[in-house]
């Protein structure tokens, strides 16, 4: 079987896109997170990479969970409630502990629906920019059931408690002009011109050193539940590191010296 996650690299940026088009890129079993994650894992060990797309094929971004798995048992949804407990701790809820351990930036291409799961995915990414024909939808429990994969710890981050509750609650389907208006995407965009734009997103971020960008966004996820003191030595040992690197004393020289800096 074709593998759910394509990865493609153009130099220091990689294009990650779900592969299950005729599913609209539902994740329900165990394989598909066992590949987000060991990605994850291997985006962290290569230091040469700087930024990351993720976005769906065809028409959806990511439908969620796979009702006709849900209505017929079976996959993640089999077995009993204990079994089906730990099906959601082995499986979709490795991926959000990979992207948020995660420290390349990750930018999300939302090139339609994001429902349920697929919301959550999105929320874990850093930056979310969007097609103005995707959908969102906290929508768990228009099927009787409640954000399994961490969701209602990530969507509060993103858009606040208040407006958080109501998605949750009511199940609700908002457009991208909507989401913009949340602060749930940042851009909307011509479906034509999405890609391009995450491109352009990613090479900015990636112009800069990656120890800077991972190390910046590691102290913004700690920064969530951290009080200011311990922030601030976290931010001070790792500015002392950053001090010492070949990246930052040629920066600071091309900064002095009026030039571009070279390519490292």
């Not at 979709?92 to 351990?101: G, H, N, R, V």
């Not at 929320?123 to 961490?150: W, Y």
């Not at 590691?218 to 951290?226: F, H």
């Not at 920066?251 to 490292?264: C, D, G, L, W």
Request: glycine share 8%.
């Amino acid at each position: 079987m074709n593998p759910f996650l394509l990865v493609e690299r153009d130099g220091p940026v990689v294009i990650a896109t779900l592969n299950r088009p005729e599913e609209r890129n539902a994740i329900s079993e165990t394989a598909h997170s066992d590949e987000i994650a060991a990605f994850c894992a291997e985006m962290t060990r290569d230091a040469t990479v700087r930024a990351i797309i993720l976005t769906g094929s065809g028409k959806a971004f990511c439908a969620g969970g796979n009702v006709k798995h849900m209505r017929e048992k079976i996959g993640m949804f089999g077995g009993s409630p204990y079994t089906i407990r730990n099906n959601y701790r082995t499986g979709i809820q490795t991926i959000p502990a990979a992207l948020y351990e995660l420290e390349v930036p990750v930018i999300a291409a939302i090139n339609g629906p994001a429902i349920g799961a697929g919301l959550d995915l999105a929320c874990m990414c850093d930056i979310r920019i969007a097609a103005d024909t995707a959908l969102f939808a906290e929508s768990f429990v228009k099927l009787g059931l409640i954000p399994g994969d961490g969701g209602a710890w990530l969507l509060p981050r993103v858009i606040g408690m208040p407006r958080a509750t109501q998605m949750t609650l009511t199940g609700e389907t908002i457009d991208a002009a909507k989401a913009l208006e949340y602060g749930l995407v940042t851009e909307m965009l011509a479906p034509e011109k999405l890609m391009d734009r995450a491109r352009t997103i990613a090479a900015s971020i990636a112009a800069n050193p990656g120890h800077s960008t991972r190390m910046a966004k590691r102290l913004l996820r700690e920064g969530q539940d951290m009080k200011l003191g311990p922030l601030l030595e976290l931010s001070a040992a790792y500015q002392a590191l950053a001090h010492h690197t070949a990246e930052h004393e040629e920066m600071i020289a091309a900064f002095v010296e009026k030039r571009a800096p070279k390519p490292f």
